[in-house]
């Protein structure tokens, strides 16, 4: 089947009979997704499944609304659901290493912080006044006095048996001193020298027996001692127990609902109590220590303070719903949290109150939105994510510790639980590796929305663009734009779907002409954007990348690469390739070339000979190899060397788009008929000779059509594409003019023999009931060759 293509059939003309309005000021706008229903019917079940693994993984083409849509329906969702709880660390009085969590309804976090912090001022300033008040220092003065009189009394007692056996006494700070009495004065150690022996014996005897009674004395002393100090502590307890018990009863109350919270604050009122002399001693020790060591920050006290400080990790107060957050870094520590370190003076020292959320504490409840590109290419982070996922718990680790093994943080916090909803957006390729990597993943992600780039060609769609784009001109503040340039726009969207019968859904591409047109609008001062400032915006965006492809261009036309474009050569066919640089793809012409000679190498393709041929592209070759045969080689084997060359290629050559056409040169080198070389051609062929699809088939039209105009239109050119690519045509409308004035020409076919016969202007020939093909056929002629190479190999 051979069809010359009408004009109307190269690009889909956009009529008010598919969508009418004036401006866009006329259109309702969407903010909604479009085009999605798949994918937004997986979004809504995952998102509506709480059990554990039904996390969602979100895949698609970069610009179709997968993360801005994610985030819409988990919002959506995330408003109808209840607000999650606070989340605390406070210190544990049992085990500092291991602060506590406290896990509060919202807004209840927040309160105990500021209570905590108010508790502790208040007694910072009242307890030192409750120990400096009057009746403090009387009770005091009190109970000192007692024990003052008491220890007079027993060292006056003392003193007076010492007298009776001759001692006098003498008292200071680290005991009692006896010192020998003779002739009614104290003598001195050269005068108890002096003394004679019998005088010297009967001191010490009496010394033994005083001795014996000052260690009594001694230890009733210490124990008024110990039972003054007691009585001190007693009394200290007991207005310190006024003083604290009736703040922290108030608290008790307040909390009473939460046992958590109760019970930590009569841990607090403990050890309030038993820490009393840092509330009344803190200042002036703090002061002495810095006048003595400088060096030493204020730490003393305020750091002794902190533990009754409560650490607020997430706050949800005020809040309505579950949270939802996106992320664009998720590292290890920027997913798990951190402990972060003071460095004084080479000392790296932490408590609870360095330790900071991550983003699964503040998602915590509701919904967490990444990428998964940016999540594997943090390193650990995957494996954090997937740990806390699997256990259902959070637990805080500095890097180094959970990549060594080794405990560098100096606390071990509490794992907190976990309970979240985790949208991994990216692309297709992310998920099977994963899924092929990680035994884990199916168990996590069991529900995948997959985001088409494409979307039917209908009315309603088309007037769903259409609201899409003044949403987006609202939103961007954009001028508005008439009738003529929203059409402009949808047949943009039609070629980047490369197929008339769909409309893009990559509206990030969609926004960037609306942003240019409008700039191109705003230069002109025009109020609206009309049909042209479209038009320019596309052009001058695809110019920006055109660098290569006019370099390019000008190597051909100045025939530094060689294409011819009018005359026939045999053996030699234009051929077109398409070059992506992932922003911008063009297509330009290559010369391929093919020779055929007695042998029995068979179809030798040059490029793999070179190793610079893809596996496709190996692929495609080894098909001509079955064509040949089984079209040739019925009747006798093949005694046939071919070599097939892409002229001119440095690179690597990939895909089967251009095995029809190294066919077509094979057939024309065997039946000695030229190809004209006005004509290029795309297509990739199978063993039967059917003609299948290819990809980039517009830019392979505009490309060769670039070429013959530079060269100069004949009014013969043109191009042979496959027949099931005429509904992805959405040609430049310099292309579709010069198809209706007749200056160029596009064909499309089914089979090999219609490309063969458009090339030669021979036919290719049909079999007869014989098996024989028409005398004068290119298949005839081909035959003729094979048999005389044949017969001439059987002859040697």
Known sequence: ???????????????????????????????GIIGQERAAGALSFGLGIKSKGYNIYVAGHPGTGKTTFSKAFAENRARTEPTP??????????????PKTLT???GVGKALEADMKELVEKLRDELPRVFSSKDFETRKSDIIHLYQDKRDDVIKGMTEKAKEKNFGVKTTNSGMYFMPIVDGEIISEDQYDALSQEQRDDISKQSEAIQKHAAEAMREIKSFEKETRREVEDMEFSMGLFTVGHLVSALVEKYAPYDKITNYLLAVKEDILENLEEFVEADDEEDDVQTILPWITRRGASEFFTKYYVNLLTDNSGKTGAPVILDFNPTYSNLIGEIEYDNEYGNLTTDFMKIKPGLLHKANGGYLILQAGDLLLNPHAWDALRRALLTEEIVIEPLREYATGYAVSGIKPEPIRVSIKIILVGYGLYYELLREFDDAFQKLFKIRADFDYEMPFTSENLSLTARFIKNFITSENLVQFDYAAVVRVAEYSLRISENKKKLTTRFNKIGEILIEADAWAKEENETFAVERHVLKAVSEQENRFKNYEDKLFEMLEENIILIDTDGAKTGQVNGLAVLDDGEYAFAAPSRITATTYIGKAGIINIEQEAEMSGHIHDKGVQVLTGYIGQTYAQNHPLSLSCRVCFEQSYSLIDGDSASSAELYAILSSLSDLPIRQDMAVTGSV????????????????????????????????????PFQNAQDLALRDRVVENVRDGMFHIYAISGVDDGIQLLTGVEAGKRDANGQYPVGSVHWKAIQKLKDFHNKSSDS
């Open 686 to 721: 199978n063993q039967r000779g059917e003609i299948q699809p290819i990809g980039g088939v517009n830019y392979k039209i505009e490309g060769f059509f670039d070429l013959c105009v530079r060269r100069g239109l004949t009014g013969k050119q043109g191009v042979i594409i």
């Open 85 to 98: 709880p606070d989340l605390c660390y406070v210190y544990n009085f049992e085990n500092p290493k291991t």
């Open 104 to 106: 509060v309804p919202a």
């Open 1 to 31: 089947m051979i069809e010359e293509l009408d004009y109307s059939q190269l690009r889909r003309f956009i009529t008010r009979d598919d969508i009418d309005f004036a401006t866009t000021e006329d259109l309702e706008a969407s903010d």
